[in-house]
């Protein structure tokens, strides 16, 4: 089978959409399948063209997923032509992906990671103007009438029936994780400082605010703890953001940054910490927390969205979503006062299989 992701960014950017399709691409190329990802060359320091475990990668010269938005469909139309199968995901490559599709006549998936709605308004470190663009785009791409909506968890499932997406068109597939590459990695906290850790892209609803906020707090209570933030560098903006956020709450010396780690250096580097931060405001699966459990790792979670369906193992749930809930929560970690429950894992394989399946009974 000839499956063609169009995909606003692609490994190496960072970020869980990311890691959902670079996982879900070479398992499908391993399966036998011929597969192509199109995507934006957001640093032109990386190829334009070549393939990485079986998957064949074309990035186009659009340096950001706002001008792939606009400018990408004379770069998509050769090889949707070539393929049995299209697949997107939101936000900015699926109204470029549902085009080129239509008038290639080819039948379009799409993964929907979360559908924030009116959260857009809510959520902090967010211009108004930004906020409403977003929530504009996101019910425009709603709108459009995919041939079938993939949800990453239950949560999103149910988002997109409230937001008036046929049942029959949505599937639930969870994100898949290859468990085996953690095995290489071992968690040993450290010993000199209580090393609270969040690692993750920089987005307005993963709340870094109410980390800087909770760590500011928390300077009044315990003294020999530090923050590991690994963080990429884009966008430069949000990033000045955090920088002044820290100067401002007198946390530089509490504060570490790191940036741009490959995937051995990521995980060596927290499986090294104590504990793993996802204060998110809504998320739509959370690889973060996936992964995380994959190391051993306990994690302090906001409980919000498809956190409720992902977190397992040993866990402290913030008991709101406030920066003083997650200083407490961050006592309790210090102290060691975690819940236990069964872990649960979401394989790799599972995932894969589903993805073929619906391929199949659905391609035309």
Known sequence: MKIL???????PYTGGSETLFKYLAEGLSKKGNKVTVITSRFNNKIKREEVINGVTIRRIPLANRYLFTVFSIP??????LKSDVIHTTTYNAALPAFCVAKLARKKIYITFHEVWGKLWFKLPLISK????????????VLKL???KYIAVSEYTKEELIKNNIPINKIT???NGIDYSYFSKFNYTPSKNKFTYCYFGRLGYSKGLNLILEASEYLKSNIS??????????????????IFKLIHKKKLTNYVKIMHNLNRDDLFRTISKTNCILIPSYSEGFCFSAAESIGLGMPIISSNKGALKEVVSGKS???KELNS??????????YNLKWNKNKTRYFHLKDSVNEYLDLYQKNKG
Do not use: W
């Open 172 to 174: 639930r597939i969870y």
């Open 316 to 318: 402290i749930i913030m």
């Open 145 to 147: 009438s995919f041939d």
């Open 75 to 80: 770069f998509l139309i050769k090889d949707a």
């Open 324 to 333: 003083k809930s997650l200083k407490d929560s961050m006592l309790k970690a």
């Open 129 to 140: 103007f930004f906020a409403f663009g977003n929530y504009c785009f996101e019910q425009l």
């Open 5 to 11: 992701f169009i995909l606003e960014h692609y490994y």
């Open 224 to 241: 020999n703890f530090q923050l590991l933030l690994v963080i990429p560098k884009r966008p430069k903006g949000f990033l000045n953001l």
